[in-house]
């Protein structure tokens, strides 16, 4: 059998926590109707064995201390936590050797968003690729310098060190668990039970922008990728300022600079140029295409994309 050990601490996202355990143990309860053993047990690990207070002030309960969680695992979670700094890392001190050990006799190290602080202090990410959450990628930076951060990716992994830089990243990695512990079926049974309907419709769609990246800045050549690849999603000036290591100032004159527009309309012009091909060639609903290339206002959408288009949707999918 395998043994997973989820690290519970004050200030963690409960839902980092018991989004985790809900999904797994899903798992246990399809292999139970497949007339299977388990193929693995869950175990909530303290500091100590009092209850902490997870953000949004709910009590969780441990099931073992650190001291008591004296096993080599097979994996390992450590859940996001809001309001990381350095009298928060001081506090876990005990925490890193006991990670240095588990990881030393083979567990797999699951970070997920600020989760992978802890493992930074551990020093395991010496040295190899790791994400955080992009609010704090620049203090990530400065007190990590010998990690390599990959700011603008959605996971990283390396040397069984798996890090999740997403509001998904628990459901993600917890079905990577449960496709290596139980295998394929019970994985896709689960899949189908707990994440359908929870995704965007990201389809793929190749838009050109050659034109565009006719230019040397390698900096910004990144950026336009990967704004090319999370359109889709609510973006933020501070987020891709914070992913790339940019000055807000500096990235609007490099951006402007290189491309010749701004990186608003630069997105915003990306994101038409999408919904256009999905007008074409989608059976989608306006409301539907609306969201699929980021807006949450469908008229906010509808007077963008006349103005770019010169029609409304509704006329640009009749002319087409």
Request: aromatic share 10%.
């Amino acid at each position: 059998m395998k043994h997973i050990a989820i690290f519970v601490c004050e200030s963690a996202w409960a839902g980092s926590i018991s989004l985790t355990v809900e999904i797994l143990k899903t798992a246990l309860v399809f292999q139970h109707r497949q007339q299977q053993a388990p193929t693995f047990s869950i175990t909530l690990v303290g500091l100590s064995n009092r209850p902490v207070n997870a953000f949004g002030d709910m009590s969780i309960a441990p099931d073992i201390s650190i001291k008591q969680a004296t096993i080599s695992y097979d994996a390992i979670i450590l859940p996001a936590v809001w309001g990381v700094n350095t009298d928060y890392l001081e506090q876990h001190q005990i925490l890193y050797p006991w990670l240095r050990r588990q990881h030393k006799d083979g567990a797999l190290v699951f970070g997920l968003l600020t989760g992978t602080y802890f493992m930074a202090e551990a020093k395991l990410l010496n040295g190899h690729s790791a994400i955080t959450h992009w609010h704090y990628a620049d203090d990530f930076r400065k007190r990590y310098p010998e990690v390599i951060l990959k700011a603008e990716q959605m996971q990283t992994v390396e040397n069984r060190l798996y890090c999740g830089g997403g509001v998904n990243a628990a459901m993600d990695l917890s079905m990577y668990l449960i496709q290596e512990f139980c295998g394929t079926l019970i994985a896709q049974q689960c899949e189908r039970h707990c994440l359908m309907g929870t995704r965007r419709d990201y389809r793929k769609i190749t838009i050109d922008t050659v034109e565009s990246k006719q230019h040397s800045d390698t900096r910004i050549l990144a950026i336009q990728n990967w704004l090319e690849e999370h359109y889709a999603e609510p973006l933020s000036m501070d987020e891709i300022t914070a992913r790339f290591g940019f000055s807000t100032r500096n990235l609007t004159r490099r951006f402007k600079s290189a491309t010749g527009k701004s990186l608003q309309i630069y997105l915003q012009e990306y994101r038409l140029e999408i919904a256009k091909e999905l007008l074409t060639n989608s059976k989608q609903s306006i409301q539907q295409i609306c969201f699929n290339v980021g807006y949450e206002s469908l008229t906010v959408f509808g007077r963008r994309f006349k103005a770019y288009t010169g029609l409304s949707a509704s006329d640009y999918r009749k002319k087409k």
